[in-house]
């Protein structure tokens, strides 16, 4: 989105409106209370700031400073409608003040708007500060017009955002961001190839654009020009540093020979493994090609070392191919690296999908000691002992899992199968209502549709298992999954083509297949023996041809030095700005801790903003506190932590429940990027790598 090129604006009117101290009002008012709790804002203890501003609003009632740090605190807090309240009197009582323009209040409260889901309102205020920024604060109206036409959007009122991008253009017709714009709104009505030529337009201005590469390669692909998106998708991945390798993949696999001719070209041309490593890794794997995306993975050890992330996408190819012991090797240590239950989950997974439910089940139960409250373990716990035959263990496990959590759809979807099975049609239909009721986004790991096709409306789970596929239609497990829907409908001959596909397309879970009883209308055609044992064969036999890459020189590339400013604060600490995952924030510099640690509100605003998506919660693990309390917090990964010009990538980092809890990483954490020193008189962090 490209709301996420100016993720800072609500910081910038935080700082900027925090100079206030009292506009409108004589100098002599002490403000003695207000200063103290702007101190206290900083070191982020917002319970005693909020006790000192109640101090000074009794002795100063209507004191502005106070009332918008309140104001402030209040929306970090996501006491949104508190936050108003403050920010709607600080509008109607401003004075002109050096310190701070009216566009910028106007600015906040639409950022606090929108925060609040309220676009509408959001929108005007975007606007009317725009239209004050002309005057007072010129270098944001820009970009309080790109946040003005983001409302519209999530509105779905493109008629409103292309009017702002069309007055953007008769005022700075180079602007490359508003031709962007148009062309997305062509995009979202189906009028490709005027999209295309404003896109082609802006990347004459601003080849480096990101976005223009990203819409080129989706209106391309639009268009079935699938080689030039594949060309657009690599530019953009070549310029992005955070782009997702899966997102460009997933046009990358529409013609797949091409695209791995251009990413292993790439890959050669690097002097040593690089992200083409990476994407080409990515590539063989999602197209069945296992031993050679192994083949990558072992090299990328060999050069680097072990590393969890690369242990565990290696073992989900082991446990494709049916080498349950190699991917267990993996994925145990994977997990003695990291510590991370998810990998214990993952081996349960790889012990279950080769058949051996005792030891998949040991493993469930780990993870579910260590997160009773995930339905996911009683369904995985339960799912074993059903594929084992244990039809009574699998309903206990249903029956607790659905009393811990209300919330997991496919406990209730195999609850109300089991029902189903002993004839209790009026409670396996009320657990089908549920799964419907629950289960209503399109997006892998659905099971809507073998509700609604057990609830009797076919066409209705027929169009739910086309809208999966048709988001993501290089997945072989949709594709799978649509074998079963069709093999529990009754049609051989559907189930067994888009069993074909999912083959073709990567599955390759044969253990699995055995055991699935959504197999057994097909498990004894000659054609279902004939594609299993074809692709088992194909599988476990693929020729590796991995072209070498280009030789790295002898000598070692010299050390160079970055010098990060950062600001000591009390304690010994220091504050240091950087992004995380694109987001700019400061984090706390301590070199008495070791760990990455990221407060509650801060995950779930990322969460909340896309700049971190489910997948990256990785489970949960003890801290000690600096208290010498022992709390439990969620694990996240986060894709990318960049200070000054160096980055980090695929952190570990511990969620920890305290909401006044700065960002904090420990020595250890910035070590990965060399050798760290502190040059205490010039304020700097010095580190040579």
């Known amino acids: 989105m490209l709301l996420k090129r100016y993720p800072i604006l609500a910081a910038a009117i935080i700082m900027a409106m925090m100079a206030i101290v009292s506009c409108g009002r004589t100098t002599f008012v002490s403000d ?39 104001a402030v605190i209040h929306h970090e807090r996501k006491e949104y409608a508190q936050a108003h309240t403050d920010i709607c009197y600080v509008i109607r009582h401003y004075h002109e003040n050096p310190n701070i323009s009216k566009s910028q209040t106007y600015g906040f ?60 253009l008769k005022e700075h017709p180079d602007n490359c961001m508003a031709r962007v714009g148009l062309a997305r709104s062509l995009m979202a009505i189906q009028r490709y190839e005027e999209s295309l030529a404003l896109l082609e337009e802006a990347e004459k201005q601003d080849p480096y654009y990101l976005s223009v590469c990203k819409f080129k390669m989706q209106v391309l692909d639009a268009l079935g020009r699938t080689d030039e998106s594949i060309d657009a998708g690599l530019r953009y991945y070549s310029l992005d540093e955070d782009v997702q390798v899966n997102y460009v993949g997933e046009y990358l696999l529409k013609h797949y020979s091409y695209a791995v001719a251009k990413v292993r070209t790439e890959a050669n041309k690097a002097e040593s493994f690089s992200k083409w490593t990476v994407l080409l890794s990515y590539l063989y794997e999602r197209h069945g090609e296992y031993q050679k995306a192994i083949s990558l993975f072992n090299d990328i050890i060999k050069e680097y070392g072990e590393y969890e992330e690369i242990l565990y996408r290696r073992s989900q190819c082991y446990d494709e191919l049916g080498e349950c012991k190699k991917a267990v090797a993996d994925l145990t240590r994977a997990y003695e690296l990291s510590d991370d239950m998810f990998y214990i989950g993952a081996r349960g997974d790889a012990y279950r999908n080769a058949g051996f439910y005792k030891q998949a089940i040991s493993d469930y139960q780990a993870c579910m000691d260590d997160d009773p409250l995930e339905g996911f373990f009683y369904y995985a716990i339960g799912w074993s002992y059903e594929l084992s035959g244990n039809k009574t263990e699998a309903m206990k496990y249903y029956n607790e899992g659905i009393d811990i959590d209300k919330s997991y759809p496919y406990l209730y979807l195999s609850r109300g199968d089991l029902l189903k099975g002993e004839g209790r049609l009026e409670e396996a239909n009320a657990d089908y209502e549920r799964v419907v009721a629950l289960d209503t986004i399109v997006q892998d790991g659905s099971c809507r549709q073998y509700a609604l096709l057990n609830l009797g409306r076919k066409e209705e789970a027929i169009d739910w298992m086309d809208q999966l596929i048709a988001k993501e239609p290089m997945d072989g497990g949709h594709w799978y999954d649509k074998a079963c829907l069709y093999g529990r409908m009754g049609d051989l001959e559907g189930s067994l083509s888009a069993l074909d596909t999912a083959l073709q397309r990567g599955y390759r879970e044969f253990r699995h297949m055995e055991d699935d009883d959504d197999m057994d209308p097909i498990r004894n055609l000659p054609r279902f023996k004939e594609l299993v044992e074809d692709y088992r064969f194909a599988a476990t036999h693929t020729m590796i041809e991995v072209e070498p890459f280009a030789e790295t020189p002898d000598a070692k590339p010299a050390r160079t030095t970055s010098e990060i400013p950062m600001r000591k604060k009390p304690g010994g600490t220091y504050e240091v700005a950087c992004t995380i995952n694109g987001l700019p924030l400061k984090f706390i510099f301590d070199t008495g801790a070791s760990d990455v640690s990221i407060s509650s509100v801060e995950a779930d605003f990322m969460l909340k903003n896309d700049y971190l998506s489910a997948k990256d919660f990785r489970g949960s693990k003890k801290y000690l506190t600096a208290s010498g309390n022992i709390c439990e917090g969620a694990i996240i990964c986060l894709k990318e932590i960049q200070v000054g010009d160096l980055t980090l990538r695929n952190i570990e980092a511990s969620v920890v429940k305290n909401q006044q809890a700065p960002l904090l990483l420990g020595q250890s954490a910035l070590e990965r990027f060399g050798t760290i020193t502190i040059d205490n008189e010039n304020s700097k962090l010095i580190i040579k790598h």
């Open 109 to 168: 409260r639409g950022i606090n708007y929108r925060d609040m889901g309220n676009y509408t309102d959001a929108a005007k205020d975007f606007k009317r500060a725009a239209r004050l920024a002309k005057k007072d604060d010129p270098e944001q109206e820009l970009v309080l017009l790109n946040l003005e036409t983001q409302m519209y959007y999530q509105l779905e009122d493109l008629k409103a955002a292309d009017k702002v991008y069309h007055k953007i």
């Open 32 to 70: 003695y209370e207000y200063r103290q709790a702007r101190e206290a804002y900083d070191d982020d203890d917002y319970d005693h700031a909020l006790d000192l501003i109640e101090k000074q609003l009794r002795t100063t009632p209507g004191h502005i400073g106070s009332l918008y740090l309140r």
